[in-house]
């Protein structure tokens, strides 16, 4: 059976990016996998401490996202990463076989870290292996993330592979990434070079799942587009990266194809294709972002979500730690 683990980190309001890109399909693996959804809130401190009271709101609130986005705590374990020691346990070793040079490519430490690269912290840095540690701990077979964490997965393979040649032993499962669906890539709405994200400057780069109708539309409205009409083509949106990311998102929010999509709206302008985007936005959103306050209304009930999946979460990862101690001579 496919052992299925991701995870976000609770550093803000959640963005169509992050649930077209992941949470989405998280939804549909739920009856065929073992799931395991975790709140990674040790990774959310690697740009600075957000506070005490705004960390714990953080999580919680990402927990509501995850359940109302169609995430069953029934039949996935959803976890807080902090709930479970193993993480750091296992980030320490594998850290102490994953050479400097491996680190230095990835390319998400060097936009997060800018100009700035002597001020990042170490936790920045080491990110990824952290990462590695959050999925090697379970034994997850797959991994669904959004194309941007495709580098960090493959350092994960590659963390694996390292540990089991030192033991001499296939130990640890070799995770497949899953990159799926028509929006793997999110684009900023302001700039369709920037991937959307929650830590860009600019609001009206991204659309959260908390956004009431009007700033929805507003959002919509402003977003970047060219002067042309839409093309008949998926070819025709090449070099046209605002266009194309606008498409792909509607097609992705209507579980069709980009080519479907420009066959109802080839030659109009982007104002009309504007208008039924908002909709269906409207249509797809709200009714999450209503549900997320109904959770996270409902206290008692996050709190126990967060036990319970932290419950499973340790029972499976303090197996892994005993033997991957074992293996390497640590004491227990
Ligand atoms: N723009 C995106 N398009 C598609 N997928 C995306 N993901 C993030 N942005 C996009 C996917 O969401 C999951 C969780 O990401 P994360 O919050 O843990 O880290 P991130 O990738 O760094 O997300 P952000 O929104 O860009 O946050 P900040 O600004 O804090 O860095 C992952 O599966 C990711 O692929």
């Known amino acids: 059976m496919k052992r299925i683990l991701s995870g976000i980190q609770p550093t803000g309001a959640i963005h169509i990016g992050n649930y077209l890109g992941a949470i989405k399909n998280w939804v549909t693996f739920q009856t065929q996998s073992e ?3 975790c709140v990674v809130d040790l990774h959310a401190l690697t740009t600075g401490y957000p506070g005490a009271a705004e960390m714990q709101n953080n999580v919680r609130t990402m927990v509501a996202c995850y359940i109302a986005c169609g995430i069953d705590p029934k039949k996935s374990s959803v976890f807080a990463q902090s709930d479970v020691p193993g993480h750091c346990q296992l980030s320490w070793i594998l850290g102490c076989i994953t050479p400097l040079g491996w680190l230095n490519r990835m390319t998400q430490f060097k936009d ?3 100009k700035n690269k002597e ?3 170490l936790g920045l840095y080491g990110y990824p292996v952290l990462m590695a540690a959050d999925i090697l701990l379970y034994q997850a077979t797959h991994v669904p993330v959004g194309a941007d964490q495709k580098q960090h997965l493959e350092l994960a393979r590659d963390i694996a592979t390292a540990f089991n040649r030192e033991v ?3 130990f640890f499962i070799i995770p497949e990434p899953f990159i799926q669906g028509v929006a793997t890539r999110v684009m900023s709405l302001r700039d369709g070079a920037d991937k959307m994200s929650k830590s860009d400057p600019s609001d009206y780069s991204r659309i959260l799942l908390t956004d009431d109708m009007d700033v929805i539309a507003q959002k919509i409205r402003k977003a970047k ?3 042309e009409p839409i093309p008949d083509t998926v070819e025709g949106l090449a070099d046209r990266p605002e266009a194309q990311n606008l498409i792909q998102i509607m097609a992705s929010l209507e579980e069709t194809e980009v080519a479907d999509v420009l066959a109802r709206y080839a030659g109009e302008s982007f ?3 504007k208008q039924a985007m908002i909709e269906t936005l409207h249509s797809t959103i ?3 972002g209503q549900k997320m306050q109904e959770i996270l209304a409902a206290k008692d009930y996050v709190d126990q979500v967060l036990k319970d999946g932290a419950e499973r979460a340790n029972d499976i990862s303090q197996k892994t730690v005993q033997q991957v101690y074992q293996l390497i001579g640590l004491r227990k």
Do not use: Q, R, W
Request: net charge negative.
């Open 225 to 227: 587009t060219d002067s």
């Open 35 to 37: 799931t395991l959804f």
């Open 112 to 114: 997060k870290a800018g």
């Open 168 to 170: 001499g032993e296939d």
């Open 286 to 288: 709200l009714p999450i």
């Open 119 to 121: 001020n990042a912290s």
């Open 271 to 273: 104002s009309l294709f």
